[in-house]
T-cell receptor, first 115, second 119 residues
Framework: DAGVIQSPRHEVTEMGQEVTLRCKPI?????LFWYRQTMMRGLELLIY????????DSGMPEDRFSAKMPNASFSTLKIQPSEPRDSAVYFCASSLGLNSYNEQFFGPGTRLTVL | AQSVTQPDIHITVSEGASLELRCNYSYGATPYLFWYVQSPGQGLQLLLKYFSGDTLVQGIKGFEAEFKRSQSSFNLRKPSVHWSDAAEYFCAVARDFNAGGTSYGKLTFGQGTILTVHP
């Protein structure tokens, strides 16, 4: 298995532009998580999907952020409009189930820089 | 609310030396505990996990961790560090969290410990 796939690996954009990050979870996994990693705040959970349905989006910072999972093999995280404070590494992770003991498998991340 | 504290931001050891990375957690019930490693430019990889049973757990790459309930700790150890172990290490605790009527396991991560290995 190729693991969790994220694209692009690096994204540099200007303030005000729309940014779309993409994730392909491990085949057969029914849970998908988006995280953001910054020096100041560490790793934060942004949103969690189970069976393609958003379950918990309480970590999404504001309305500029949105996430979708149109099918079991694809998810997007969109920032519109982007701001310099959105610069971070964004990770996608997937797992086999809902429970605390289900291991989350992480993708390599997308490093976003907003100028 | 659950929380995880990794007191050491940065640790430097010599290759071949022993290593211990500290992790303290705050959680009322029996926690599910994890250690992840993140190499530069990479995602997080699970080293080991504790759910119940034997309090000394073995992981990949020669790492082990010991759960001590009395100290609310889950320290990571390795008897002899290799240069390839240089990375950032994250301790995490998971608990079941209810959102919208669905219960799911939510991970809370510590701030991480950066390990530098000197030759």
């Amino acid at each position: 298995d190729a693991g969790v796939i994220q694209s692009p690996r690096h994204e540099v954009t200007e303030m005000g532009q729309e940014v779309t990050l993409r994730c392909k979870p491990i085949s057969g996994h029914n849970s998908l998580f988006w995280y953001r990693q910054t020096m100041m705040r560490g790793l934060e959970l942004l949103i969690y999907f189970n069976n393609n349905v958003p379950i918990d989006d309480s970590g999404m910072p504001e309305d500029r952020f949105s996430a979708k999972m149109p099918n079991a093999s694809f998810s997007t995280l969109k920032i519109q409009p982007s701001e310099p404070r959105d610069s971070a590494v964004y990770f996608c992770a997937s797992s086999l189930g809902l429970n605390s003991y289900n291991e989350q498998f992480f993708g390599p991340g997308t490093r976003l820089t907003v100028l | 609310a659950q929380s995880v504290t990794q007191p050491d931001i940065h640790i430097t050891v010599s290759e071949g030396a022993s290593l211990e990375l500290r992790c303290n957690y705050s959680y009322g019930a029996t926690p599910y505990l994890f250690w992840y490693v993140q190499s530069p430019g990479q995602g997080l990889q699970l080293l080991l996990k504790y759910f119940s049973g034997d309090t000394l757990v073995q992981g990949i790459k020669g790492f082990e961790a010991e759960f001590k309930r009395s100290q609310s700790s889950f320290n990571l150890r390795k008897p002899s560090v290799h240069w390839s172990d240089a990375a950032e290490y994250f301790c995490a605790v998971a608990r079941d969290f209810n959102a919208g009527g669905t219960s799911y396991g939510k991970l809370t991560f510590g701030q991480g410990t950066i390990l530098t290995v000197h030759p």
